[in-house]
């Protein structure tokens, strides 16, 4: 598996999302200067990343956006992903000087089934719409298109009807990530946040309707013990290594992040058969609900014995 650099390009956004987890940030740091992007990508592909995400914020924002795709391509950057609202795609222009500027991968974000759902949550009316033609236009230039919808107290019956909307309008692969409790999400956290255990019927409705159709579908941020019988749908499997590049830090390996700094087990999963594979939750879920819904997976060879 090739390791990827993810680049926090911009803090600016056109959405003001309930459930961000950067929201705090916009209003302090300014843009990434075009030199230190440009020496972002050429110091991680000296050291053998070969793929890399610009994210933010809005990547789109950014003004020198298609300078950085096209520096990622002439370096050699394999794989080049924008990890974005998805709403600037709906003027295919954009998308076209992307792709031939050498961006093959976008990572757009819905985040409900209904216009009226997603627009409350990013408070942007009309996203939804232009979010879901930017998906139509990547699919149309044959861009390799990988969903991303955050599990929120308002959204998550839902899933099922978005996963739908994904598997029709032919994205590559989809994810339900479940919300991350900082910035912004934080702030919300008393309403955005729901309980694991009410919305997995709705995770798992959502992800069945992929596997029948043979689009690969994720979750993130859901451990094992939750995912029964769907355990290859579980993200954290499959996330490429690699570093983050932040507005005031830079995390060398962001999965060493998630499970040492991000993450937390709780006080009965040393006896699971996961321990040693699993995440856990963010670490802010269980000081919410607390450890209880989160109940060990058994060995099958000890329950055999
Ligand atoms: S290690 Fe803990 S959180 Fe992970 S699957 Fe097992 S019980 Fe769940």
């Known amino acids: 598996m090739y390791t990827r650099i993810d680049i926090k390009i911009t803090f600016r956004c056109n959405n003001r999302c ?10 302090i740091y300014h843009d990434r200067a075009k030199a230190r992007v440009y020496a972002d990508l050429a110091s991680a592909y000296k050291k053998g990343t070969r793929g890399v ?8 924002l950014h003004p020198h956006i298609i300078n950085f795709v096209a520096r990622a391509k002439q370096l050699g950057y394999e794989n080049i992903q924008l990890q974005t609202n998805g709403r600037a795609f709906a003027y295919i222009d954009l998308l076209k000087k992307l792709k031939t500027a050498g961006a093959n991968e976008i990572g757009p974000s819905l985040h409900g089934a209904k216009p009226e759902t997603h627009d409350a949550l990013t408070h942007a009316p009309g996203s939804f719409l232009q979010t879901v033609t930017g998906i139509q236009n990547a699919v149309q ?3 390799t298109v990988i969903t991303n919808s955050v599990i929120t107290s308002l959204n998550y019956r839902e899933l099922p009807a978005l996963a739908n909307i994904m598997v029709k309008l032919g994205a590559s692969q989809y994810q339900f990530a479940f919300i991350h409790i900082g910035g912004t999400a934080g702030k919300n956290k008393k309403w955005i946040v ?6 997995m019927p709705w995770v798992k409705k959502g992800l069945d309707i992929g596997i029948k159709n043979g689009v690969p579908c994720f979750t993130e941020a859901i451990p094992f ?13 499959i996330i490429p290594e690699g570093a983050v590049v932040d507005a005031d830090k830079f995390i060398e390996s962001y999965g060493d992040y998630r499970r040492t700094e991000g993450k937390a087990k709780g006080p009965l999963c040393p006896a699971c058969r996961y321990f040693k594979i699993c995440e856990g939750p963010w670490r802010e879920y269980p000081e919410i609900y607390g ?3 989160f109940v060990p997976v058994k060995d099958l060879k000890k329950k055999r014995s």
Not at 53 to 59: A, L, Q, Y
Not at 194 to 199: C, E, F, L, M, R
């Open 18 to 27: 309930d459930f961000c987890v950067q929201g705090d940030k916009r209003d």
């Open 53 to 60: 995400v610009f994210t933010g914020g809005e990547p789109t």
């Open 141 to 143: 230039l044959g861009l």
């Open 194 to 199: 729901p309980k694991k255990t009410a919305v």
């Open 225 to 237: 013990c939750l995912m029964k019988g769907y355990e290859n749908c579980v993200a954290e499997r």
């Open 291 to 293: 450890w209880k819904e």
